[in-house]
């Protein structure tokens, strides 16, 4: 069984930033790629950045140039640097570990809240 463990959420203000993390642990073989999205109240939920085994990255227009995702590979740790948040970043983001095995892992999901 495998393990997402999320932490860094929270309430900051507009302008300001947060770091998100993700720990995997347990039965997980061979983690491909890993990544972040975020579900807003009465929205689907949506790519935020993914980032693959070796390194490549990719991130939705929204967050281009203010939030950054990296990995350390030896932890099997995600991380997401979020900068200049604005209100609508506000959502409960969840981390996505995809490995030949398991195929697919979500993590409980952590709330961010941008607001004033």
């Known amino acids: 069984q495998v393990q997402l463990v999320e932490s860094g959420g929270g309430l900051v203000q507009p302008g300001g930033s947060l770091r998100l993390s993700c720990a995997a642990s347990?039965?997980?073989?061979?983690?491909?790629?890993m990544g972040w999205y975020r579900q807003a109240p009465g929205k689907q939920r949506e790519l935020v950045a993914t980032?693959?085994?070796?390194?490549?990255?990719n991130y939705a227009d929204s967050v281009k140039g203010r939030f950054t995702i990296s990995r350390d590979n030896a932890k099997n740790t995600v991380y997401l640097q979020m900068n200049n948040l604005k209100p609508e970043d506000t959502a409960v983001y969840y981390c996505?570990?995809?490995?030949?095995?398991?195929?697919?892992?979500w993590g409980q999901g952590t709330l961010v809240t941008v607001s004033s």
């Open positions: 996505n570990v995809r490995a030949i095995i398991p195929s697919d892992t």
């Open positions: 347990g039965s997980i073989f061979s983690i491909r790629t």
């Open positions: 980032i693959s085994s070796a390194g490549g990255t």
